[in-house]
Structures are given as C-alpha cells and as structure tokens.
C-alpha cells in the first residue's frame, strides 16, 4: 500500500493531501473529509477552492438548496465516495453570497436556502467547460466507488481480515509467521497492481 504523501503548510504543520485510499491529483484540491460506507475516515483533495465553488453554484442553480441539501447532492454524485464537511461548504455559501451569485432565500424551517442569481446564472453560463469537467470528475469518483465497493471485494477483504485476526492473534506467533504474512499480502497487493 503506497504511504500517504506529507507536506509542510506555512505553520509547519503534515497537511496530508490524499486519503487512505489514494485517490486525488496533486495541486487540485481542498482538504475535505471523506467517507466510506464502513465509517472509516480519509483524507481528499477533490477540488480547490474556486472548483467547490462552481459545483454548488451548479447544484443552486439546478434548484434552491440549502447547505445540508448541497452536502447530500455531492454525496449521493460520487456515489457516497466524497462528503464534503460542513465547514468547507458553509464559507463557500458566505463567499457566493458575497459574490453576488446566490441570494438567500425565504425557507420553511430554520434552513436558510439560496437561489441562483443572474450574475450566478452568467457565471455558470461562462464556465460551462469548467463546469462540466468538475461534474465529470463527481461521475469518476462515483465510477471508482461502485467498483472497490462491490459486494465481492467487500468479501474478499473481510476474509482477509478474519485470517489475520485468527491467525496472528494467537498467543506465542512467532515474528517470523508476522513477516510472512506481511510477505504475502504485499506479494498480492503487487499482482493486483499487474492485472
């Protein structure tokens, strides 16, 4: 399994810029929570800040939403492979806002709901290309979760998992049996990669 990859923010601080899974593009991102169906958590780089931007100016503008709508709609895109954190997708709705390509909107409830406004409408309609390619990569990110997490896969790992567990947790394993077994799941992590 490749290692995460670390780097160094302006406050010296490990930002790490992909998940446990390994999915991601260097320099294309914001650091967002992620989850997977099991509960486990990772770290994502799905899209920058401007991107994000986009993608719910596009949900807002297919119908008014509010910000839990918005983090259910990108979730349910990527087939529940990317949910992005409420404090990643309210300051986006503050800067739209701002911006002038949302407004709020009167809403039953204590949900505020924003709408598309012209100005939103024109942006999107002057980055149809960069629009498309981001809901492009949603539909990517769906295609990669439907085909890890197959029912099969889903088996296969969970045997893997109650063997270690059966085997090394006996009391006196010797080293020797750890390091094979390491040995072992390495060598298949190795031919899945050649298939």
Known sequence: M???HHHHGHDGSHRHHFGRRGFGRPGHGWEGDASDRSGGRGRHRVFDSSELRLVLLKLIADEPRHGYELIRAIE???GGRYVPSPGMIYPTLTM???????AATKS???RKSFAVTPDGTAHLVERKAEVDALFARLAELAGLQERTDSAPVRR???N?????IH???REGVQKQTVHDAVAIIDEAAQRIERL
Request: aromatic content about 0%.
């Open 2 to 4: 490749r290692s995460s």
């Open 76 to 78: 349910d895109l990527t």
């Open 96 to 102: 739209l806002d701002e911006m002038g390509h949302i």
């Open 108 to 110: 039953e409830g204590a």
């Open 156 to 158: 296969a790992m969970n």
């Open 160 to 164: 893997l998992r109650e063997a270690l």
């Open 167 to 169: 085997r090394l947790g």
